[in-house]
Every structure is written in structure tokens, then in C-alpha cells.
């Protein structure tokens, strides 16, 4: 069973930030933070992913809270190609540990 | 980097038919997992393979399902016989050993059983 909880969906202006939550409040100590999206038609594609400690890479950033509880998902400028469904994972970052996948959040990116 | 292929596309077959879909994952990747995909649902892992052995098959139908995965390579999931609530798309996916174990997807197989 999938251990997070998020929105079903979202809007988002186009060139504005999208901020997607997160919320797993029995996420493990050995527990990392995993997000992917999934475009329409296509595979699940990897985000981002974090332990702790704030993370920020091409596509994304990653807040994580202090009791790591809960995160956000930042996409600082969305675009119309930004419209998925984003997938917030929690897994211990292992060899050949499996993703559990939920429902997600359907961001929808309006011009 | 060529990414995880999968065929066929599209696949359409009546009930109680069979069929296959073939997986090839990322060069030098030893963990291959097959989902299944309902509409409006996320991916639920069917089968995880380590090389050719299985590390997790727990939420495969094997009453009527099967996947293999020779020489610890390319691989393929069979349904037979197919009932209507199959009609689903198929991911495969890959990931390596080392540090960076991120999984890497294909476009998946859409299958429709009528």
C-alpha cells in the first residue's frame, strides 16, 4: 500500500510556480522521498528525490519538513507541457527496493 | 542512453486469448519490474526480477499470468487466458546496482480485451 497522501488534483497558472504536497507521516528514518510524473500515453518519469536536506535539480525542487512528514514539490515556472499526473513515492533508497505507487495529483497547467 | 523498450504498442485481443509483451530494459541493468496500470490508477507491481530470478511476485495472477526474464536480459509477461478486466497498460521498467538506483520506464503496452 501506497504510504502517502496528496490531492487528487491541481491548477496552475502558466509561468507561475506549481506546488504539489505530500504528506507521509509515517515515512521511516532510512526512508528517502521519491517524485515522479507520469505525461499522458507516456512511462512514469523520475523527478526528483531527497532524504532530508532540501534538494533542487533541472526539473524540480524538493522541501522536505523538518520532521519529514510531509514535502512539496516545486516546479518554479510550469508550463503547458508540465500537465501530469505527479507521483510522491516513499522507498528505502536500496538496490532493487520496488516503487509503490498512488493514486497521485493530476496538475493541470492553464494558459 | 537507449531507454527500456517495449512492444508491441497497442495490442487488442478477445477474452480468453492469449497473449505476450516483450521488455527490453536499459543496458546493464539487473532489476526489471513488469506493472500493470488500470485507467485512473496508479502502477501496481506485478513482478520484480533480479537478473532472471524473482525477488517479489506477490501481486501477480499466477492463475493466469507468467513472466520470465532468460539470461537475465530482455524479458516477457504473458496473460492466458485473458479476461476483460486485463484491458490495462503494461510497464516495464529497469534499474541498475549502483548508488544512483532511480527506476527508468518504458511507454508501456495498452492492452484491450473485448
Known amino acids: 500500500d501506497a504510504k502517502t497522501t496528496q490531492p487528487p488534483s491541481m491548477d496552475c497558472a502558466e509561468g507561475r510556480a506549481a506546488n504539489l504536497p505530500c504528506n507521509h507521516s509515517?515515512?521511516?528514518?532510512?526512508?528517502?522521498v521519491y517524485w515522479y510524473r507520469q505525461i499522458h500515453s507516456q512511462g512514469p518519469q523520475y523527478i526528483i528525490h531527497?532524504?532530508?536536506n532540501n534538494e533542487t535539480n533541472e526539473m524540480a525542487s524538493l522541501i522536505i519538513t523538518e520532521d519529514r512528514k510531509s514535502s512539496t514539490l516545486i516546479l518554479p515556472h510550469a508550463t503547458l507541457r508540465d500537465t501530469a499526473v505527479y507521483y510522491c513515492?516513499?522507498?528505502?533508497?536500496?538496490?532493487?527496493?520496488?516503487?509503490?505507487f498512488g493514486a497521485g495529483t493530476i496538475l493541470r497547467v492553464k494558459s | 542512453e537507449a531507454g527500456v523498450a517495449q512492444s508491441p504498442r497497442y495490442k487488442i485481443i478477445e477474452k480468453r486469448q492469449s497473449v505476450a509483451f516483450w521488455c527490453n530494459p536499459i543496458?546493464?541493468?539487473?532489476?526489471l519490474y513488469w506493472y500493470q496500470q488500470i485507467l485512473g490508477q496508479g502502477p501496481k507491481l506485478l513482478i520484480q526480477?533480479?537478473?532472471?530470478?524473482?525477488?517479489?511476485d506477490s501481486q501477480l495472477p499466477k492463475d493466469r499470468f507468467s513472466a520470465e526474464r532468460l539470461k537475465g536480459v530482455d524479458s516477457t509477461l504473458k496473460i492466458q487466458p485473458a479476461k476483460l478486466e486485463d484491458s490495462a497498460v503494461y510497464l516495464c521498467?529497469?534499474?541498475?546496482?549502483?548508488?544512483?538506483?532511480?527506476?527508468?520506464f518504458g511507454q508501456g503496452t495498452r492492452l484491450t480485451v473485448v
Open positions: 521498467a529497469s534499474s541498475s546496482t549502483g548508488p544512483n538506483t532511480e527506476a527508468f
Open positions: 509515517t515515512i521511516s528514518g532510512n526512508e528517502y
Open positions: 531527497g532524504l532530508k
Open positions: 513515492i516513499v522507498r528505502v533508497r536500496e538496490y532493487g527496493n520496488k516503487l509503490v
Open positions: 543496458s546493464g541493468h539487473a532489476t
Open positions: 526480477f533480479q537478473n532472471n530470478g524473482v525477488v517479489d
